[in-house]
């Protein structure tokens, strides 16, 4: 006699449903085969839903009514809720986006001349706590599960569908530069690339999708397994002592150690022309005098790269202040000279706080870190509002 299997509820049958959003390629074709359809069909639903923005099967006409049925039963498509948008006066877009469990992250659109860079969250918070970033002040609550990735290209490709635009030309680089470290939500970033490039559901080159790290090199070793993407690496000092005190990962793992695994990954693409980017914040009186750029220099001599210089931008309660223009241009210029194409990022976005590094959402998670910021803000708000 067979035992009798306590039966779902209802609502147990939805916590079991497949999220299909954030499903790879191969994961859809392996889901397909695991409920005994095609794998065909995979490709079916991911341009159903990644090119056509459908979240309902019902839409999905070239299914037969019983496969329709069937994925009603055992699947959703859910993306996470939009709480709000924010058009700044430069054209920037952000969304304040909703995940499970109440907290939010941010997902910011860069429209410029002929293309359209959408900077994507990886976790809600950052366990990494950099000295000059707003998303490690607030804390780590948690990693973005693959939908919840994916689901902020989705949601902007679907913005702009709605405004009339088609979304290959609104959305034509995505960077992995919003909230937290993509390498610590190692496989849940991997998938969401991988449907990035996906001809069949957004059809971006892999020079067009960048992954930023502060330098979680035994992860960085084992991304080239998995996907070819291009690779910018967060150095913001060219010496350990520094780097240690602005992005203490590097104590861990030092500079000499990560330029070796940066550089051994794009070794290893076939691509010879491929050059690494270095994201270099400066930071007035910290990190950008001129030795500064003359040691950056040296420690770049025979790196196939380019250096990206982003003028700090300033949060509540950060002390840093934001290099001067000469000291930007000083240093810009050093680098220059010594052979290098260095660029200044132009910033963007700052009036809906939108610009790098500014990105807090709104993280429920009281780790020690994030409670002393928030009682050093609750600190300086009472002094504020206190009356005179
Ligand atoms: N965790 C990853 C990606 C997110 S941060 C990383 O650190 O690379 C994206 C970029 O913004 C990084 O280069 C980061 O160093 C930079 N950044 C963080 N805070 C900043 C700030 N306040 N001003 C300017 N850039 C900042
Ligand atoms: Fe995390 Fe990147 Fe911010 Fe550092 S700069 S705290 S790694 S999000």
């Known amino acids: 006699m067979s035992e009798l299997k306590p039966q779902p509820t209802a609502e147990t049958v939805d916590i079991e449903k497949t999220n299909l959003l954030g499903l790879s390629p191969v994961q859809m074709k392996e889901y397909f085969e695991s409920i005994g359809e095609k794998s065909f069909r995979a490709t079916q639903l991911i341009k159903w839903i990644h090119q056509q923005g459908v979240s309902s099967f019902d839409e999905m006409t070239n299914l037969s009514k019983p496969l329709r049925e069937k994925l009603e039963r055992l699947a959703v498509i859910r993306a996470p809720e939009v709480v709000s ?112 490039m996906e001809d069949n559901a957004y059809g971006l080159s892999k020079r067009r999708v960048t992954l930023s790290t502060s330098g979680v090199v035994p992860k960085l070793d084992q991304l080239a397994d998995h996907v070819d993407v291009s690779l910018a690496i967060s150095l913001h000092a060219a ?22 695994s940066a550089q051994a990954y794009i070794a290893r693409m076939p691509d010879l022309r491929r050059k690494l980017t270095i994201e270099y914040t400066l930071i007035d009186q910290v990190n ?42 000083k240093f810009q210029d050093i680098l220059i000279r010594s052979g290098f194409t260095a660029t200044v990022r132009a910033t963007r976005g700052e009036d809906i706080n939108a610009a790098c590094g500014q990105l807090a959402g709104a993280v429920n998670d009281l780790t020690r870190r994030s409670q002393r910021y928030r009682d050093r803000a609750e600190s300086v708000l009472k002094v504020v509002e206190a009356p005179n």
């Open 239 to 260: 010496e350990d002592e520094l780097r240690n005190e602005l992005v203490p990962i590097n104590r861990k793992y030092p500079i000499a150690k990560l330029m070796e």
């Open 85 to 196: 948008d924010h058009l700044s006066k430069d054209g920037t877009r952000k969304w304040i986006i909703r995940v499970e469990g109440g907290s939010c992250i941010e997902a910011v659109l860069i429209p410029e001349a002929g293309r359209g860079t959408l900077c994507v969250s990886s976790q809600v918070g950052c366990s990494l706590d950099c000295s000059f970033c707003s998303t490690g002040k607030q804390g780590f609550n948690r990693d973005l599960t693959s939908a919840e990735i994916i689901g902020q290209v989705w949601i902007a490709a679907k913005f702009y569908d709605s405004m009339g635009a088609t979304q290959r030309r609104v959305i034509t680089n995505v960077v992995m530069m919003g909230m937290g470290e993509p390498l610590m939500n190692f496989d849940n970033v991997v998938a969401a690339m991988q449907l990035m």
């Open 288 to 329: 950008d005098r001129p030795e500064h750029a003359e040691k950056l220099a040296v420690l770049l001599a025979d790196v196939p790269c380019k250096i990206n210089l982003i003028p700090f931008n300033p949060f509540p309660l950060s002390d840093y202040k934001r290099s001067s223009g000469n000291a930007i241009k």
